[in-house]
């Protein structure tokens, strides 16, 4: 659209949203991907732009915390603000229930504080610079273009019920069903309306699948016909301009079971809690009094090219900012005391594969 | 073939400059596996081996069955890596086999023979292959894991259609190269399926990420051993290499440890 293009500043690259942004919370990407944005700015930004349409997120949850709920929630709430219809899955009686607790936008008078104002005050030595990868999408500049990609959604705010009572939204519970076959079919009719072959809806969709693979399923002992149902909806998705996300607890899986889902993400993230008062943790990390619990990204989508993507860094502390926002912070390691032992603990900024390879030389 | 580029891979693979005219294509008759985990995904050798696969002779053909991505992942990736497998579908070169959405019926069902119809479409494809474009014919599967799974985790199934394969294709001096997941089954309770694989294949490819974590500029490591390179006396050699790669969207780049470019 016209307007937009001119409040977009001169200096950003041409991947903006100014092509797509017909349709409200779409994002040209790379490689002819769209982005849909996950409403969590911070995951956006390490994500590269958001989730590419077409594929299939995990999120393995953390069986003693909930927090993947929190991105359920966002990812749910940021559909919906965009009319995108969402198909919601759920192991409890009534989905519906869950919907209640969506965020809402935040009011425009708590804007999180974003890098622009942290960068006057740190003054990274210019030689570093160049290690630093410029973000490849313009979403700081624009704080008006920003919020119609993402929102700052306020986990205290329920989402408007005129949202939720639309007819976009679509519930179904699995908790009764012998097996996954009647939400397969439900996952097929709502990926057919968005079918990138035979001229389907140009616009988003979601899946939001919870804890599918949970002990009070039914089904949940078939591990071949829960991995077939991932695998199935997997292909439909990637015909189709939906985001399909899947939580699951991997501890309750066998550990071939929970590798081969690793595998068939597109995007893998993971979720883990952080236990509270550990004097070892609190030494070692900046913050640690106000994270909630730790993100780790481990996959993230490259669809249409081999090039792997790598980055900074893949685990993010998760902390809400004036206890609403949902943040993704990159762990800062304390000074480390020098007459004290070891310095670099398991939550390290890095990710480190503790698999020792034998190499011949 | 052409003379320069022979990288690091091609040369583990066997392709030799100078023996170039007398056996045109190294994997003939030989079953390559490519074995990677979540943390470093090994397509990109299976992207290497089919741009290969056409450069080799004018008169190749490629048939792929894709498990794992629709067609036009590859069209795309092949594309950027300078080979356009439009084209070479238009000319009978090659043929995409979506297997994406196939699931072979539950056992005990009438219909238990999901993976050997399969097979028979390769049968039926190769007897239709044009004499020009038979004389070498590459079979790659994306990726064995899938296919364990389209078999409803019929890993004995899976196993015969593997050798089903190998034997078509070693006996008529084509290549059989496929991927597999080598993590899942590592923690698991059938390691056997990997390792009778592993022993099945000539040529193993074993791409893990580096021992030190992610990096940017070197985005993991390869172990190419090599079976039964040159039978003389009747010894049969290994050939191991270890080296380095990053991918890019052009092409890969292959270095020794510690020699990056």
Not at chain 1, 258 to 282: C, F, G, N, W, Y
Not at chain 1, 286 to 293: A, E, N, S
Not at chain 1, 295 to 316: C, D, M, S, Y
Request: aromatic letters at 8%.
């Amino acid at each position: 659209m016209a307007t937009t293009r001119t409040r977009v500043s001169s200096f950003a690259p041409n991947l903006s949203s100014v092509k797509s942004s017909q349709h409200l919370g779409l994002k040209n990407g790379p490689n002819g991907a769209t982005f849909i944005s996950s409403g969590i700015s911070d995951l956006d930004k390490i994500l590269g732009g958001g989730f590419t349409l077409g594929s299939l997120v995990m999120i393995m949850e953390d069986a003693e915390a909930p927090h993947h709920m929190l991105l359920l929630r966002n990812f749910m709430s940021q559909g919906l603000l965009h009319r995108q219809p969402l198909l919601y899955s759920s192991p409890s009686k009534d989905p519906r229930g869950f919907l209640g607790t969506l965020p809402s936008p935040g009011s425009s008078k708590d804007d999180i504080s974003r890098e622009p104002s942290h960068e006057k005050d740190l003054r990274i030595a210019w030689q570093y610079k160049k290690y630093f990868s410029v973000p490849q999408l313009n979403i700081n500049t624009n704080n008006g273009g920003q919020h119609d990609y993402c929102n700052d959604l306020d986990l205290r705010k329920p989402l408007e019920r005129h949202f939720i009572t639309s007819n976009n939204v679509d519930c179904v519970s699995i908790q009764n069903s012998q097996n996954l076959d009647v939400l397969k079919d439900r996952c097929a009719e709502f990926l057919a309306q968005f079918s990138r072959n035979e001229g389907g809806s140009s616009s988003a969709g979601r899946i939001a699948i919870q804890s599918f693979c949970s002990p009070q399923c039914k089904y949940s002992d078939m591990e071949w016909h829960m991995l077939s149902f991932i695998r199935s909806l997997k292909g439909m998705a990637r015909s189709s301009n939906v985001v399909v996300v899947v939580t699951f607890p991997p501890s309750l899986l066998s550990p071939s079971c929970s590798k081969r889902l690793q595998h068939m993400a597109d995007t893998l993230l993971s979720v883990r809690a952080i236990p509270d008062e550990d004097k070892e943790l609190a030494k070692l990390l900046t913050g640690y009094q106000d994270m909630v619990g730790l993100l780790n990204v481990h996959k993230v989508a490259r669809l249409n090219t081999q090039v792997p993507v790598i980055l900074e860094a893949t685990t993010f502390s998760i902390k809400l900012q004036k206890r609403k926002y949902l943040v993704f912070e990159c762990l800062n390691q304390a000074p480390v005391d020098g007459s004290g032992g070891s310095s670099y603990g398991n939550y390290d900024g890095c990710s480190r594969s503790t698999k020792a390879v034998s190499l011949d030389f | 073939m052409e003379q320069q580029g022979l990288d690091l891979m091609d040369q583990a693979l066997g392709f030799h400059s100078n023996k170039a005219q007398q056996q045109p294509w190294p994997l003939c008759g030989r079953f390559v596996l490519v074995e990677d985990c979540v943390d470093t995904s090994g397509a990109f050798v299976l992207h290497h081996i089919l741009k290969r696969s056409f450069t080799s002779h004018p008169s190749s053909a490629v048939i792929f069955l894709a498990f794992a991505n629709p067609i036009n992942h590859y069209d795309r990736v092949l594309r950027k890596l300078g080979c356009n497998l439009a084209s070479q579908r238009d000319t009978g070169r090659f043929f995409f086999l979506d297997m994406l959405m196939l699931q072979c019926p539950v056992e005990g069902e009438p219909n238990h023979d999901g993976l050997a119809a399969v097979f028979e479409k390769i049968e039926r494809v190769i007897n239709e292959l044009s004499p020009e474009n038979k004389k070498f014919v590459t079979v790659i599967v994306d990726d064995i894991s899938c296919l364990e799974l389209a078999a409803n985790g019929s890993s004995n199934d899976v196993l015969d259609f593997l050798h089903y394969c190998y034997t078509l294709t070693s006996e008529n001096g084509y290549a059989l190269v496929a991927l597999n997941h080598q993590d899942i089954y590592s923690d698991g309770e059938r390691p056997a399926f990997k390792l009778e694989i592993e022993y099945l294949a000539d040529i193993l490819v074993k791409v893990d990420p580096l021992a030190t974590g992610l990096a940017k500029d070197v985005h993991g490591q390869v172990m190419v051993l090599n079976k039964e390179t040159q039978k003389q006396h009747g010894i049969s050699s290994i050939k191991v290499n270890n080296f380095h790669f990053k991918i890019k969207e052009n092409n890969t780049e292959y270095f020794y440890a510690g020699t990056r470019t």
